[in-house]
């Protein structure tokens, strides 16, 4: 079955600019989660949507949003960029249960976002 | 709050040789574990897991056991090949979390 998809895979924005970066779960899972890495951070978690509803959200400021829709795609946005901002966003999918070995993240390819 | 501490790198091995990256965690309760591997300019991929004491995970001749009283889950592999050169990510979930808490990855390079 098809994995998850990322787009844009790659791109370049300005610093005060707004992007947006889609995600395509598998097909039957409800859960889609958001991380972002850097070299200094490293993987760290921006929030996960079931069913349209935010459930958990790391510790990023407001700046970054997101929304799920109705057939599990998901968004994320990032407003007033700053050079910090640029990194590798991840986009995993899930069906939704807690993480276990039956229940587990599958990544998609990431979008690669460079802020000048 | 949870931790995953890995092993710093980066590794350098001659093919065929032994590997270990140590990982170790803090979590409250029981949590499952997990390692990823990320190859160049792609996503994260599933490894191998674990979900309780003495769990083994396998895959690809990678194995790791769920240690805890060491609160360890060591990552080994007996042969390595070109091919295993990437990074690889140690994490976990714990209790009703949906989200993973990972390491900061370990570089793997294997010379021919």
């Known amino acids: 079955k098809a994995g998850v998809t990322q787009t844009p895979r790659y791109l370049i924005k300005t610093r005060g600019q707004q992007v947006t970066l889609s995600c395509s779960p598998i097909?039957?899972?409800?859960?889609v989660s958001w991380y972002q890495q850097t070299p200094g951070q490293g993987l760290q978690f921006l929030f996960e949507?079931?069913?349209?509803?935010?459930?958990n959200k790391g510790n990023f400021p407001g700046r970054f949003s997101g929304r799920q829709f109705s057939n599990s795609r998901s968004e994320m946005n990032v407003s007033t960029l700053e050079l910090g901002d640029s990194a590798l966003y991840l986009c995993?999918?899930?069906?939704?249960?807690?993480?276990?070995?039956?229940?587990?993240?599958?990544f998609g390819a990431g979008s690669r976002l460079t802020v000048l | 709050g949870d931790s995953v501490t890995q092993m710093e790198g980066p590794v350098t091995l001659s093919e065929e040789a032994f590997l270990t990256i140590n990982c170790t965690y803090t979590?409250?309760?029981?949590?499952?574990l997990f390692w990823y591997v990320q190859y160049p300019g792609e996503g994260l991929q599933l490894l191998l897991k674990?979900?309780?004491?003495?769990d083994k995970g396998s895959n690809k001749g990678f194995e790791a056991t769920y240690r805890k009283e060491t609160t360890s889950f060591h990552l080994e592999k007996g042969s390595v090949q070109v091919s295993d050169s990437a990074v690889y990510f140690c994490?976990?979930?714990?209790?009703?979390?949906?989200?993973?808490?990972f390491g900061s990855g370990t570089q793997l390079t294997v010379l021919p």
């Open positions: 995993a999918s899930s069906l939704g249960d807690t993480l276990s070995g039956a229940n587990v993240l599958t």
């Open positions: 097909s039957g899972h409800r859960s």
């Open positions: 949507y079931f069913s349209e509803t935010q459930r």
């Open positions: 979590a409250t309760g029981y949590p499952s």
């Open positions: 674990a979900t309780k004491a003495d």
């Open positions: 994490a976990l979930s714990s209790g009703s979390a949906r989200q993973l808490t």
